[in-house]
């Protein structure tokens, strides 16, 4: 974990309607807990859902300039951590590691498809592969993510 690193909650996908509202993409449950975004460029004045509407923003045309935006906040303006608990940006990009020892890539992304997180792991040769992100699969994260060997395919 880099704590100079800003942290991505959200990116712009799109313009909705004709008075600057633009369509999100969530990476957080709760975006409306912050009110300023990239260093202040950007101050969110209402959020229904996955529609933002920010001060900056006054029209359609501004708006679908912005696809693709993140929208990114500084580490420490984050909530801090329960026992157990993670961000996804402090998994991507670690080393990962079997419990025998073995080098198995890095964490190139994070879904979830309803049940648990699943860590997708890109192998130095480019394969990927999926664990569920359980006690029994990564017994151990951190500075390096160790997955049992039981669920290495």
């Given at each position: 974990m880099?704590?100079?690193?800003?942290?991505?909650?959200?990116?712009?996908?799109?313009?909705?309607?004709?008075?600057?509202?633009?369509k999100?993409?969530?990476?957080?449950?709760?975006l409306?807990?912050?009110?300023?975004?990239?260093?202040?460029a950007?101050?969110l004045?209402?959020?229904?859902?996955v529609i933002?509407?920010f001060?900056?923003?006054?029209?359609r045309?501004?708006a679908?300039?912005?696809r693709?935006?993140?929208l990114?906040?500084p580490?420490?303006?984050l909530?801090?951590l329960g026992?157990?608990e993670?961000?996804?940006?402090?998994?991507i990009?670690?080393?990962?590691?079997s419990?025998?020892?073995s080098?198995?890539?890095?964490?190139v992304?994070?879904d979830?498809?309803?049940?648990s997180?699943?860590?997708e792991?890109e192998?130095?040769?480019?394969?990927?592969?999926?664990v569920?992100?359980r006690?029994?699969?990564?017994p151990?994260?951190?500075?390096?993510?160790?997955?049992?060997?039981a669920?290495?395919?």
């Open positions: 880099d704590p100079d690193r800003p942290v991505t909650l959200a990116v712009i996908t799109g313009a909705h309607g004709v008075g600057g509202e633009v999100l993409k969530l990476f957080t449950d709760d409306s807990a912050y009110r300023s975004f990239n260093g202040g950007l101050t004045r209402s959020l229904n859902g933002a509407k001060a900056e923003v006054p029209d045309t501004v679908e300039a912005m693709g935006t993140e990114i906040v580490r420490d303006t909530p801090p026992e157990g993670y961000y996804y940006c402090d998994l990009g670690l080393l990962c590691v419990t025998d020892g080098d198995l890539g890095r964490v992304a994070i979830n498809f309803g049940a997180d699943v860590l792991i192998r130095p040769n480019g394969k990927r592969f999926m569920p992100m006690a029994d699969a990564v151990e994260w951190g500075e390096r993510v160790v997955v049992d060997a669920f290495v395919v």
